[in-house]
């Protein structure tokens, strides 16, 4: 015989600990939530209301960057909506949440090559 035969335990241990035990395993869980909130959802909802004041703050004239890569300056505004003017006479319409920032007057494009 290869095997040995395996018998069932005939007296059950008491159960130990009780709602600290379980409030151990539990733990380590609860805190990678609370990582989780630090780490991802926190900073998301931190942009998410700082493009909301960009859109909200947007005027006529700005000239603004969409999500596509598209510059462009912002010719008339509406609520959900603005007018963007993409060359000289040329307008479309955009849907406001597709704006990905809103350049300052005067500020400087970045070079293509650098200069080190």
Known sequence: MFATPAFAQTAAGAPTGGPQDL???FLPL???VVLFYFLMIRPQQRRMKQHQQMITNLKRND?????SGVIGKVVRVEDKEIGLEIAQGVTI???KGMIAEV???GEPAPANDSKA
Do not use: E
């Not at 000239?63 to 999500?67: D, I, R």
């Open 30 to 32: 609860v805190g990678l």
């Open 103 to 105: 350049r300052v007057r």
């Open 93 to 95: 319409k955009v849907v």
């Open 63 to 67: 000239t603004v960057v969409l999500n």
């Open 23 to 25: 409030l151990i395993q």
